[in-house]
């Protein structure tokens, strides 16, 4: 069964760094299109990035320039790093994937900007 478990969320100042990981739990996540997701309380669910199976990045523009989408296909982990956040930013970030089956989500970290 896969599962994809994320961590490194916590309570950062604006302008700092976090970097958010999701580990999945089966070798074919090398086959797997993953994505990272936020929802911020009141909101619907958006897209925050993408990096697909050949290594092909997206990005929301409200993230382009901040955060960088990255997957260690020999670790079944993707990586989220969140560079100068703004408490806009504050939400709780979910991990999306998806190869011939799925999709599959996490079951998301918080991420929260204040001072």
């Known amino acids: 069964q896969v599962q994809l478990v994320e961590s490194g969320g916590g309570l950062v100042q604006p302008g700092g760094s976090l970097r958010l990981s999701c580990v999945c739990s089966?070798?074919?996540?090398?086959?797997?299109?993953m994505a990272w997701y936020r929802q911020a309380p009141g909101k619907q669910r958006e897209l925050v990035a993408s990096?697909?199976?050949?290594?092909?990045?997206v990005y929301a523009d409200s993230v382009k320039g901040r955060f960088t989408i990255s997957r260690d296909n020999a670790r079944n982990t993707a990586y989220l790093q969140m560079n100068n956040v703004k408490p806009e930013d504050t939400a709780v970030y979910y991990c999306?994937?998806?190869?011939?089956?799925?999709?599959?989500w996490g079951r998301g970290t918080q991420v929260t900007v204040s001072s």
């Open positions: 089966v070798n074919i996540f090398s086959f797997f299109d």
């Open positions: 990096i697909s199976n050949g290594f092909q990045e």
């Open positions: 999306w994937g998806k190869g011939e089956v799925g999709p599959y």
